[in-house]
């Protein structure tokens, strides 16, 4: 039972364009939503997150927004940049607990 | 500030052994809680100890354990190995638990390859 499914295993985005990331949950009790960049043999790094009770956070070239009543939750990198190239989780939470999705991997292309 | 560490870094096992792998969090973090990242699978949580006691604990066989000590430093076990366990064991830490934004912190994992 996936709580947190990120269907798109790949993206591949031109740089200079808008990558756009896609993240879908089933619990509705999440109250807190992250995202994590990844790069090989290096643990996650924390990237943005967004509370519950918002629908967007912008930091910089990175934006997420939520969508409570679709369950759905996106991450907006504009623009993007060859360094951006990783795995990228999201994940939920509630409560103690995080959730995170089995992540997407972007690649930059020149 | 010193980040998440954990050793080893890199370890290679046989099928039926057992290993240890240990984390030091982010100085004044007192939760910890461990993940093990296969290829296609994501992060799957395997469990979160603060102050000492395990909070939760996600679907892995008993063969999967953990601990935190009293200077919140934590260790995972996985007794009687099998290939399957061959994975990225990723602990993080944060400074308390069960509270909304609850950002985690990972270290750069533990390489696990069972033979």
């Known amino acids: 039972d996936q709580q947190v499914k990120q269907n798109s295993p790949s993206l591949s985005v031109q740089e200079g364009r808008i990558s756009i990331l896609n993240c879908d949950y089933t619990?509705?009790?999440?109250?807190?939503f992250l995202w994590y960049k990844k790069y090989p043999a290096e643990g996650p790094t924390f990237l943005i997150s967004?509370?519950?009770?918002?629908d967007k956070n912008e930091d910089g070239r990175f934006t997420v927004f939520l969508n409570k009543s679709a369950k759905h939750l996106s991450l907006h990198i504009v623009p993007s940049q060859p360094g951006d190239s990783a795995v990228y989780f999201c994940?939920?939470?509630?409560?103690?607990?995080?959730?995170f999705g089995s992540g997407t991997r972007l690649s930059i292309r020149p | 500030k010193a980040g998440v560490t954990q050793t080893p870094r890199y370890l290679i096992k046989t099928r039926g052994q057992q290993v240890t792998l240990s984390c030091s969090p982010i100085s004044g973090h007192r939760s910890v809680s461990w993940y093990q990242q296969t290829p296609g699978q994501g992060l799957q949580f395997l469990f979160e100890?603060?102050?000492?006691?395990?909070?939760n604990k996600g679907n892995f066989p008993g063969r999967f354990s953990g601990r935190q000590f009293s200077n919140s430093r934590s260790e995972m076990n996985v007794s009687t190995l099998e290939l399957g366990d061959s994975a990225l064991y990723l602990c993080?830490?944060?400074?308390?638990?069960?509270?909304?934004?609850?950002?985690?912190?990972f270290g750069e994992g533990s390489w696990l390859t069972v033979v």
């Open positions: 619990n509705s009790m999440f109250d807190y």
């Open positions: 100890y603060f102050s000492e006691t395990q909070r």
């Open positions: 967004i509370s519950s009770i918002k």
């Open positions: 994940a939920a939470s509630s409560a103690s607990k995080i959730i």
């Open positions: 993080a830490s944060s400074p308390t638990t069960g509270e909304p934004g609850n950002t985690i912190y």
